[in-house]
């Protein structure tokens, strides 16, 4: 059974950090893309930052210069390192992975983690 455990939410401040964690456990995500994404009360969730198993990153344009991913390949975990936190980043974060198996796709998700940012 494929499991994302995310940690590492909480309340900060604006301008401060927080560094989120996803273990992964039931499957080998090494070579597949893992990704945050985040949803605030009321908006659409959206993709704040991914990793490809090449390391490639790609980010939000609201995040970028902000925020960092990254990835143990050994623990099968993904991090998400924020910095400069806005108040605009308040939301619930989500880990996601993907496999792919022949012509499937298949994709997790972990059960999210608050974060919120006072002003």
């Known amino acids: 059974q494929v499991q994302l455990v995310e940690s590492g939410g909480g309340l900060v401040q604006a301008g401060g950090s927080l560094r989120l964690s996803c273990a992964a456990s039931?499957?080998?995500?090494?070579?597949?893309?893992m990704a945050w994404y985040r949803q605030a009360p009321g908006e659409q969730r959206e993709l704040v930052a991914n990793?490809?198993?090449?390391?490639?990153?790609n980010y939000a344009d609201s995040v970028k210069g902000r925020f960092t991913i990254s990835r143990d390949t050994a623990k099968n975990i993904v991090y998400l390192q924020m910095d400069s936190l806005k108040p605009e980043d308040t939301a619930v974060y989500y880990c996601?992975?993907?496999?792919?198996?022949?012509?499937?796709?298949?994709?997790?998700w972990g059960q999210g983690t608050q974060v919120t940012v006072s002003s």
């Open positions: 996601y992975a993907e496999t792919r198996i022949i012509v499937t796709l298949w994709n997790y």
């Open positions: 039931g499957r080998d995500f090494s070579k597949n893309v």
């Open positions: 990793i490809t198993g090449d390391g490639n990153r």
